[in-house]
């Protein structure tokens, strides 16, 4: 994906993103369907989003001259969530339910900075997706706030 961002070959970065929706969505549910939902696997699903997300939105946010707040607030949201859950000891990931919305959002962000390099959608797009970019900025300071708080209450 970097290498493809680096190229400027935004279609096959476009075809990649998609391919790592699905392969998330299907290996999944493939587990599920198996029962082979497993602490470690969870903890390794949930790395490689963040890890992807963050990376896309990190080159994206270098292609497009944005702030790279953002990625660094994923970064520090992940690693709250895991020690937070205390999954680097092998307990299950629990997530808020901010936390997931910020997930999904993160996503959504990364491939509406993709479509914007495919497309070149019509000015509207570039304000629209500045205000999502700074939304997910404050949703993902409340999410680590909210986190901070509730394991302080415990």
């Keep these: ?43 390794i699903d949930h790395a490689a989003d963040a890890t992807f997300v963050t990376v896309t939105i990190t080159c994206m946010a270098l292609q497009q001259d944005r ?14 969530y895991v020690f937070d859950s205390q999954a680097h000891r092998g307990q299950r990931l629990i997530a808020s339910r901010l936390g997931r919305y910020n997930g999904i959002g993160y996503f959504l962000l990364a491939g509406a900075l993709l479509l914007e390099e495919i497309l070149t959608p019509p000015p509207p797009w570039d304000m629209a997706l500045m205000l999502f970019y700074w939304g997910l900025i404050i949703t993902t300071v409340l999410s680590i706030l909210d986190r901070g708080f509730a394991q302080r209450q415990s």
Excluded: P
Excluded at 28 to 41: E, S
Excluded at 67 to 80: E, N, V, Y
């Design 1 to 43: 994906m970097i290498l493809a961002f680096y190229q400027e070959l935004w279609l096959v970065s476009g075809a990649l993103f998609l391919l790592a929706i699905v392969s998330d969505l299907l290996d999944g549910a493939l587990a599920r369907r198996r029962d082979q939902v497993t602490k470690i696997g969870g903890l």
């Design 67 to 80: 702030s790279l707040l953002l990625s660094i607030l994923i970064i520090l949201a992940f690693a709250q």
